[in-house]
């Protein structure tokens, strides 16, 4: 394995170290950092994945596979001899807003369900007749929308009341993957919150949606802090860990921040992985919270706002396997901006923020015989980036202290000229965090405040930051407004079953 810039040898490795898990939407990765932050050459491992995926809105993956794959990452990475007993923690980040029925045995009832599965939509519109999503919203921080827990349960009712009748608990997959390897559930508080059943003020369970649900808080692990480890019997098929701490399961929207370097409110993150997200750090809950975007509580002190887009990643790939683009996209994604571009709106497995439209799917505008493919792949991308840009839109008002934008994630650093159209299109810098796997060093962070506070954190890595063009302006302008037209069409769709924008 080749050197980074930033890696550490093992012998040079300060202790304690830290032992992260990243459960992603492509893979489950793995590694050793050492106090200082740095990853330990030689000490990582990857075990990709996909989900399963189906037309009705299905989006589920098998957790006993995950668990798999993370025994896997454990073998490769905790297997080293090397490293005796010096790994002092484990700390494990998935992907948010994931579902699993378990019976009395901790034994999986369901698959997975990830944040992309739609199938609940028909509950979503029960539930906004019967609750007052506002009030819902400024108490737990989330919308009513496919992504959470309580249309979820209440769809699982119809379609699968077998396995509603026997589920002793609904845990996620970092909490079913920990049961499996340390007999506990562990459960962060991002964790819980982003079921969208947790208030974000008081960390207390919604008793209104609980009961809309059908659920009962019991059912649910209590959240706990990153400052709250456990301390269970070590499994004995990796002895390098006998020492080691095991960490409440986090959510990767928090680690990633961390692992941006977006500690505060004057830094908003771009998180650029399969799905996407623009997100803050604050000091308690935003007040009042604007009505297109989430509010997480992650721990006793801080909240994070923002919103999340379903489709960056996974439309930039479906694109590129769809419309046979040549690997080099680097001189279509810094041509000047030209009217012949498709507009469009990527919504290929729904949109989250800010309209929450759970069953809205993508629209090709203005395609011709003469379109060819580099032409929509731009058109894609700069669809990706004013979904970024409407979601910047909602969250200024409420964090009016950002001075930087940061983008990290998998599709800066392998497209990072798409950072130029990000720019231009939010109108404002941004800087591109070049580190890779950002989630997975957040999440060994966290665990090093409560392991290791006195050390000095290796800084964050950083490439070029990427200002504005003011003579793209006003075609970004214009292209957002046009935008807004199409979009506002589809929502009206989706509402009436009309036929929408062709």
């Known amino acids: 394995m080749a050197r980074t810039d930033d890696d550490v040898a093992l012998a040079a490795a300060l202790d304690p170290l830290i032992l992260a898990l990243d459960i992603g939407s492509t893979a489950t ?7 200082s932050g740095r990853p330990v050459h030689g000490l990582q491992h990857k075990v990709p994945h996909a989900f399963t995926v189906a037309p009705d809105g299905t989006s589920v993956i098998d957790p006993d596979q995950v668990t798999a794959e993370v025994q896997q990452v454990l073998d490769a990475v905790a297997g080293d001899t090397r490293l005796g007993t010096r790994i002092a923690g484990v700390a494990m980040d998935t992907f948010a807003a994931s579902l699993i029925a378990v019976d009395a045995g901790g034994r999986a009832l369901t698959p997975c369900l990830t944040y992309a599965d739609s199938r609940s939509a028909g509950a979503v519109t029960r539930l906004r007749a019967e609750l007052d999503e506002h009030a819902v919203q ?14 979820r349960l209440r769809w699982l009712a ?7 009748a026997g589920a002793a608990a609904w845990w996620s997959l970092g909490e079913y993957v920990l049961a499996r390897l340390v007999g506990e559930p562990l459960a962060g508080t991002s964790t819980v919150a982003w079921t969208g059943l947790l208030d974000r003020r ?3 369970f919604d008793a209104e949606l609980l009961a809309a649900a059908g659920a009962g808080a019991a ?17 004995a098929r990796w002895p390098a860990l006998a020492r080691a701490a095991w960490f409440p399961v986090i959510t990767d929207g928090f680690a990633s921040n961390i692992g ?9 993150t771009a998180a650029t992985a399969t799905s996407g997200a623009l997100r803050v750090l604050l000091d308690g809950p935003a007040d009042p919270l604007p009505f297109g975007l989430w509010n997480y509580r992650v721990d006793a002190g801080r909240t994070l706002l923002g919103g999340a887009i379903n489709d960056v990643g996974r439309a930039v790939s479906w694109a590129q396997a769809t419309l046979r683009l040549s690997p080099e996209l680097a001189e279509i994604l810094t041509a000047p901006p030209g009217e012949a571009t498709p507009l469009v709106l990527p919504y ?3 949109e989250r923020a800010p309209g929450w439209v759970g069953g809205a799917r993508a629209v090709f505008g203005g395609v011709s015989a003469a379109t060819d493919a580099d032409a929509l792949f731009r058109g894609i991308v700069e669809g990706v980036a004013m979904t970024y840009a409407r979601v910047a839109d909602e969250l200024h008002p409420a964090a009016p202290r950002v001075v930087e934008v940061a983008a990290a994630g998998r599709v800066s650093n392998d497209q990072p000229e798409w950072l130029q159209v990000l720019a231009d299109v939010l109108g404002r810098p941004v800087t591109h965090v070049t580190r890779r796997r950002a989630t997975q060093r957040g999440t060994a962070l966290l665990a090093l405040d409560v392991l290791a506070p006195g050390v000095p954190r290796a800084p964050r890595a950083t490439g070029a930051t990427y200002e504005p063009r003011p003579a ?6 214009d292209r957002r407004a046009r935008f807004a037209e199409v979009y506002d069409a589809l929502v009206r769709e989706r509402a009436s079953g009309t036929p929408g924008p062709q």
């Open 29 to 35: 990765r793995g590694g050793v950092y050492d106090a």
């Open 219 to 235: 059912q649910f692990s209590p959240p706990r802090d990153m400052s709250d480890p456990a301390h269970p019997a070590a499994p």
């Open 138 to 151: 400024q108490r737990t921080g989330t919308r009513l929308h496919t992504s959470y827990h309580a249309p």
């Open 260 to 268: 941006s370097g977006a500690t505060d409110a004057t830094v908003l």
């Open 202 to 204: 008081t960390g207390e």
């Open 348 to 350: 290929l497995t729904g």
């Open 472 to 477: 793209h302006a006003e075609y970004y302008a």
């Open 158 to 164: 119809t379609a699968r009341p077998d396995a509603v």
